[in-house]
């Protein structure tokens, strides 16, 4: 079958590769689709992180599809049945991260299926079910956000993880969700799953227009918005920064999105207004929660391009020259 695997920085291809066979323990999934991760894009310019030496690693860990294989002792699941796969954790090892597996792909193997197998949201298609483990990384940057239903709150970056937490607040029922993002394509679909508002930062004041929208805390350095909580999932790094100088006194900051190099942060803003800087990492402590969300709310809006295994590098291109662009994914039926 085809595969996408990468070979080195800068190297990844579509590769031949022999069919998973499932152990005991293990299921084979036919996958639907898979999406596209900015992990992934970090593997395509950086190369393999881990995985066996000298083997190309497999991407793609946001995985739908259907279960066509199940060994012996896999007691939850049965042929035929429509799941989403958790990919993994540091334990079980991380399906397109650094093991011998991955989901772009027609096939993969699912080790301890009973543990990483869990039903598809029912009457959503499969390729929105593919957007689970991406909603589920949202949904926990949300989490860690620590708002109240009532509180407003913003999220910096459309993208798919910023607009997994928006769909996450509108689900909580928070008021005043705001949206800031420069690609007209991702502040509609911001709107559309959930945000009351969408700022462009390369047009507008966005803390003035959050002062309009939130009202004003006043400080010893000057009005703030009343904004409660922020979700940062730009990955611009002087963001972290503007968000520290700019916040209310006791506002929590949740940093979702990659910053591998050392943020500008003002730790007397940090310490001065009591601000709760936190990390998001992987999913909320309950993955269902994804999948339930993804029952209630209609999200399909937020796939927007969808490409075949074969066109990995068209679809990498696309993702890499633009913004105007939701969740992409890959399909790899019987590749």
């Not at 699912?110 to 543990?115: M, P």
């Not at 989490?143 to 997994?164: C, I, S, T």
């Not at 703030?224 to 209310?248: F, I, R």
């Not at 999913?283 to 999200?299: C, G, K, N, S």
């Amino acid at each position: 079958m085809k595969q996408v695997r990468i070979h080195g920085p800068g190297d990844a291809r579509v590769d031949d590769v022999p069919e998973p066979v499932a152990g005991p323990r293990d299921a084979v999934v036919r996958v639907a689709a898979c999406g596209i991760c900015g992990t992934d894009l970090s593997f395509v310019t950086y190369g393999a992180i881990a995985g066996t030496p000298g083997v190309p690693m497999p991407i793609g860990h946001e995985m739908s599809g259907v279960v066509e294989a199940v060994g012996a002792e896999v007691t939850a699941f049965a042929v035929g049945d429509e799941v989403v796969v958790l990919p993994g954790n540091d334990a079980l090892g991380r399906i397109g991260c650094g093991t011998d597996e991955g989901g772009m792909a027609p096939r993969v193997l699912v080790r301890e299926a009973d543990v990483r197998l869990f039903r598809a949201p029912r009457g959503v298609d499969l390729r929105t079910a593919a957007l689970v483990e991406p909603l589920a990384v949202g949904m926990n940057a949300a989490d860690q956000a620590d708002a109240a239903p009532g509180e407003p709150v913003a999220v910096f970056g459309a993208g798919p993880v910023g607009l997994a937490a928006i769909a996450t607040f509108a689900d909580r029922g928070h008021p005043d969700i705001v949206a800031v993002d420069t690609s007209a394509t991702r502040r509609a679909l911001a709107l559309e799953l959930g945000a009351t508002h969408a700022l462009d930062p390369a047009t507008e004041d966005v803390w003035a227009r959050l002062i309009e929208l939130h009202g004003e805390t006043a400080t010893m350095f000057g009005p703030t918005p009343s904004t409660a909580a922020y979700v940062e999932a730009t990955g611009v790094d002087t963001v972290v920064g503007d968000l520290v100088d700019h916040a209310a006194p006791g506002a929590t900051i949740a940093v979702v999105a990659v910053h591998a190099g050392q943020l500008p942060v003002s730790g007397l803003m940090l310490m001065v207004k009591e601000l709760t800087l936190r990390g998001a990492m992987e999913y909320p402590a309950r993955f269902t929660d994804a999948v339930e969300l993804l029952e209630r709310r209609d999200l399909s809006a937020m796939v927007t391009h969808t490409f075949d295994v074969a066109d990995f590098a068209d679809a990498v291109a696309l993702l890499q020259s633009s913004k105007e662009c939701g969740k992409v994914l890959i399909t790899a039926e019987d590749a």
